[in-house]
C-alpha cells in the first residue's frame, strides 16, 4: 500500500495504490509502467490515496478497467512475427539425389530409345539389301529403293523401311540402288525415277505393279509389301507421291570425287 507525502511546495506525490478484485491479478512493476498479468478473469482495480496520514479517513479514488479478454502473454505471441512465415522451404540433400536419379534415367531412356527406333541408316538397309541382279533371279517379289546419302526424306525413312524389312524379309527382296552411282542410269530412266525415295514394287516375275514416292504413312509401304508378299495382282498404293528430293541433284552430287558410291 503507498501512501501520499507533502512537499515544501505543497504538491502531493502519490504512490500507487493498489487493491485487488476478488479475483486478483498479480503486478509486474517495471521501471517505466507498472502492467498487469491477470491469472483469471476479473476487475482491475487501480486507487490512489490523497492523504497521507493513515489515521484520517478517506475515499480511495478508484479506476476500474474492462477485464482483459485474453491473456497479454498469449497477446504477445500472437502479435509477434514468426521468422518462417512466407519463407519456402529449401529442398534437402535428400531431395537433390532424388532428382538427380531421375534425370539420370530418364537421359539414358532417351538415349536407349533413340538408338532402337532411331538408330537405323541408310548405310544399315544398304548393307542388308539384296543385289539387283539376285533379286530378279531367285522368283519372289521385290521392293526396289532408290536413294542417295545426301536425301533427307531417305534418311528420316529409314527406321520405317527397317521395321517393314525385318518383318517380311523371309518373303519379298529389298533391294537399295543409289541415284549418285551412274551404273544405274539405265534403271533411273526405266521406272522414271524424278524423286527420290523412289519405291518401285516388282512382281515374281520382274513387273513393276506400282510405286511411292517421297515421305507417306508407313502403312502405305507396309500394305504395298503385304500384297507383294501375299501373291496379289495388284497393290492398294499403285502412284502415291508425298515429299521427296529431287532426283537432279544428283548431277552436282556426282562430280564430287571424295565420295564412295554403294550399290
Not at 476478488?22 to 491469472?39: D, G, K, M, N, Y
Not at 520382274?206 to 495388284?234: F, I, K, M, Q, T
Amino acid at each position: 500500500m503507498s501512501r501520499v507525502s507533502s512537499n515544501p511546495l505543497a504538491l502531493h506525490r502519490c504512490w500507487p495504490y493498489f487493491r485487488a478484485a476478488p479475483q486478483s491479478s498479480s503486478l509486474v512493476a517495471t521501471p517505466s509502467a507498472v502492467r498487469f498479468r491477470p491469472r483469471n478473469r476479473g476487475l482491475r482495480i487501480v486507487a490512489c490515496e490523497a492523504n497521507p496520514n493513515p489515521t484520517e479517513s478517506s475515499t480511495p479514488e478508484k479506476l476500474f478497467l474492462e477485464p482483459s479478454s485474453e491473456d497479454d502473454s498469449t497477446t504477445d505471441q500472437s502479435t509477434s512475427p514468426s521468422p518462417n512465415v512466407g519463407l519456402p522451404d529449401l529442398p534437402n540433400r535428400t531431395f537433390n539425389r532424388q532428382i538427380a536419379v531421375v534425370s539420370a534415367l530418364a537421359a539414358v531412356g532417351l538415349f536407349l530409345s533413340g538408338r532402337l527406333d532411331f538408330g537405323v541408316s541408310l548405310k544399315d538397309l544398304t548393307a542388308a539389301a539384296l543385289p539387283y541382279e539376285e533379286a530378279l533371279a531367285n522368283g519372289r517379289p521385290t521392293v526396289v529403293e532408290f536413294y542417295a546419302d545426301w536425301c533427307e526424306v531417305c534418311r528420316e525413312l529409314a527406321p520405317d523401311i527397317y521395321k517393314v524389312e525385318q518383318q517380311y524379309k523371309d518373303r519379298v527382296n529389298f533391294v537399295m540402288l543409289n541415284v549418285d552411282n551412274t551404273k544405274w542410269e539405265q534403271e533411273l530412266d526405266e521406272f522414271g525415277v524424278e524423286g527420290i525415295p523412289h519405291f518401285a514394287f516388282l512382281d515374281r516375275e520382274g513387273n513393276e505393279e506400282g510405286n511411292v514416292v517421297g515421305r507417306l504413312p508407313r502403312n502405305y509401304l507396309l500394305e504395298n509389301v503385304d500384297a507383294l508378299a501375299r501373291g496379289e495382282a495388284s497393290i492398294p498404293h499403285a502412284r502415291v507421291v508425298g515429299q521427296y528430293s529431287s532426283a537432279e541433284a544428283r548431277k552436282i552430287h556426282q562430280g564430287d570425287p571424295t565420295r564412295v558410291l554403294q550399290r
